[in-house]
């Protein structure tokens, strides 16, 4: 499986930006979703991850109520829409997939990262 994440750039504090990351292959569906994302010389971090079906969603707790995983499975596409973006959101964000859901780092298939700076 191969992911392409994209839709990162520069939006000011208080924005909004929605990242897709797109998946290669007919095996998306069988796969939890994840996003990670590592800012300026920090480590790399959960942010969110989404069942298999959508039905369960979990995010870490300085993002929790501002951004939204989703996926479409007939697309082969996930998604985390970003609302009320703060500079500390700054950082490249990657989009992995894993068996299941978890909120730690070993995901299988890791996407090539997409930026995200937010201006104050």
């Known amino acids: 499986v191969q992911l392409q994440a994209s839709g990162g750039g520069l939006v000011q504090a208080g924005g909004s930006l929605r990242l897709s990351c797109a998946a290669s292959?007919?095996?998306?569906?069988?796969?939890?979703m994840g996003w990670f994302r590592q800012g300026p010389g920090k480590e790399r971090e959960f942010v969110a991850a989404i069942d298999q079906i959508g039905g369960y969603t979990t995010y870490s707790g300085s993002v929790k109520g501002r951004f939204t995983i989703s996926r479409d499975n007939a697309k082969n596409t996930g998604y985390l829409q970003m609302n009320s973006l703060k500079p500390e959101d700054t950082a490249v964000y990657y989009c992995a997939l894993r068996s299941v859901i978890s909120s730690r780092l070993d995901y299988k298939y890791w996407g090539q990262g997409t930026e995200v700076t937010v201006s104050s």
């Open positions: 292959g007919r095996t998306f569906s069988s796969y939890a």
